[in-house]
């Protein structure tokens, strides 16, 4: 069992930053993939990034190619999620996921249902 807890959301002007973080219980952090999802009121839950077990891959969605970084450290059971040069179209509630699926390609992983464990959220607010 897994429990995740999102922290950092807040509300921020278009163009600015925020950095959130999951910590995760337990022992076993690094044996899952670790990703962020976000949801907008109305909308389906859509993939932002994903991280490996050591970090040394990463995957992200288009809209936010080049803007977040993911990042984890095994040592704190903490995944982060660097977010630069926010847009109004940001504004969600970002959950973070841990998934023990073992597939070789982090592309499989923007698929909501590879995810065993899910934080309760935290929200994000860029203003115009």
């Known amino acids: 069992q897994v429990q995740l807890v999102e922290s950092g959301g807040g509300l921020v002007q278009a163009g600015g930053s925020l950095r959130l973080s999951c910590a995760a219980s337990?022992?076993?952090?690094?044996?899952?993939?670790m990703g962020w999802f976000r949801q907008a009121p109305g909308k389906e839950r859509e993939f932002v990034a994903v991280i490996s077990y050591f970090g040394s891959s990463t995957y992200y969605a288009d809209s936010v190619k080049g803007r977040f970084t993911i990042s984890r450290d095994n040592a704190k059971n903490t995944v982060y999620l660097q977010m630069n040069s926010l847009k109004p179209e940001d504004t969600a509630v970002y959950y973070c996921?841990?998934?023990?699926?073992?597939?070789?390609?982090?592309?499989?992983?923007?698929?909501?249902?590879?995810?065993?464990?899910w934080g309760q959220g935290t929200q994000v607010t860029v203003s115009s």
């Open positions: 337990g022992r076993t952090f690094s044996s899952y993939v």
């Open positions: 996921a841990a998934s023990s699926y073992s597939g070789s390609s982090l592309t499989r992983f923007s698929r909501v249902e590879l995810y065993d464990y």
